[in-house]
């Protein structure tokens, strides 16, 4: 079955920057779509960036916009979230998700990883 491992969480200052992976252990990611999302105590999960398997196409939360960057090499694994300008707001448990059911903006994939916990102090 494989799993999806991610790794990159922890504590940083207003401002600061973190680089978030997402690795396929046991497996290979599917042709289809990646994606990031992250979920806040008593929020709901929501939606952060997602990438095709090519890397030709990417997409992003408005919130997130022009602050994180979804990518992957040439190798396609692993996918990575770099997150700069921080904001206390980011704080949240950061999933991968791998092969959406329809629209990647919405949290119906078929593999999830464990997540990564990302604190945001102000």
């Known amino acids: 079955q494989g799993q999806l491992v991610e790794s990159g969480g922890g504590l940083v200052q207003a401002g600061g920057s973190l680089r978030l992976s997402c690795a396929a252990s046991g497996r290979t990611f599917s042709r289809d779509a990646q994606g990031w999302f992250r979920q806040a105590p008593g929020k709901e999960r929501e939606f952060v960036a997602a990438?095709?398997?090519?890397?030709?196409?990417?997409y992003y939360a408005n919130s997130v916009k022009g602050r994180f960057t979804i990518s992957r090499d040439n190798t396609k694994n692993p996918v990575y979230l770099q997150m700069n300008s921080l904001k206390p707001e980011d704080t949240a448990v950061y999933y991968c998700?791998?092969?959406?059911?329809?629209?990647?903006?919405?949290?119906?994939?078929?593999?999830w990883g464990q997540g990564t916990q990302v604190t945001v102090s102000s």
């Open positions: 990438i095709t398997w090519s890397g030709g196409t990417t």
């Open positions: 998700a791998d092969r959406p059911h329809g629209s990647v903006y919405q949290p119906a994939y078929d593999y």
